[in-house]
């Protein structure tokens, strides 16, 4: 298993990432909470990691914090609650924040993520509410952030990744962009937005 990583941030496009450890590229999938928080191109960054591999697909997955980590993995112990599912809570809400709305029961809020039907959010909430206790944010690495050519297509992508429809992608992306944005500012206020 490989549980952490401590490379060079080669490249970054949401929801993927390149890191160069000794060499070697290792591409990790990573939800927008870590995006966020990612040093420039060509800085060191660490990350905490978690190796799936389920039939003839094996993917990586990269946090910058250990309790982004622990909550994808809770969230994907609940019935119909995927790798997918995992990373679109942790690019719609913070830890804390999750963890405030399943311990009040806040269903409503729970199905404004994408991908969380009101059965899945009162399963997120039944089963996960003694489990996130205790998760707290940890301490994230520097910001920094990447340059793109197009911040607006490359939110829309992050948008559709996560499971937002194209016609909604293209509202939230319209309705959040301002002259000077970068990707990850575009995304931000775009998610904020649709949780509304």
């Not at 309790?67 to 830890?95: C, H, I, P, Y």
């Not at 959010?121 to 206790?133: F, H, Q, S, T």
């Not at 994230?140 to 793109?148: N, Y």
Request: net charge neutral.
């Amino acid at each position: 298993m490989i549980g952490r990583l401590r490379g060079t941030l080669v490249a970054k496009q949401p929801p993927w990432l390149l890191v160069d450890v000794g060499g070697v590229g290792y591409e990790l999938e990573a939800p927008m909470s870590t995006f966020f928080d990612l040093p420039e191109l060509g800085r060191e960054v660490h990350l905490c990691t978690h190796y799936a591999a389920k039939d003839d697909t094996v993917v990586l997955y990269g946090f910058l914090r250990e309790a982004e980590r622990s909550l994808f993995r809770n969230l994907q112990k609940v019935s119909g609650v995927g790798a997918k599912t995992a990373l679109a809570v942790l690019s719609g809400v913070s830890v804390d924040e999750f963890a405030r709305l399943v311990q009040t029961g806040d269903i409503a809020a729970l199905t404004r993520i994408p991908g969380i039907g009101k059965k899945t959010a009162e399963r997120m909430v039944v089963e996960l509410r003694d489990r996130v206790d205790g998760i707290g944010g940890g301490v994230p690495a520097a910001a920094g952030g990447a340059t793109a050519a197009d911040p607006a297509t490359e939110a829309g992508i992050a948008l559709q990744a996560l499971g937002y429809k194209p016609a909604e992608v293209t509202r939230l992306v319209r309705d959040a962009s301002a002259p000077g944005d970068r990707a990850e500012d575009i995304i931000r206020k775009a998610l904020k937005a649709a949780l509304r």
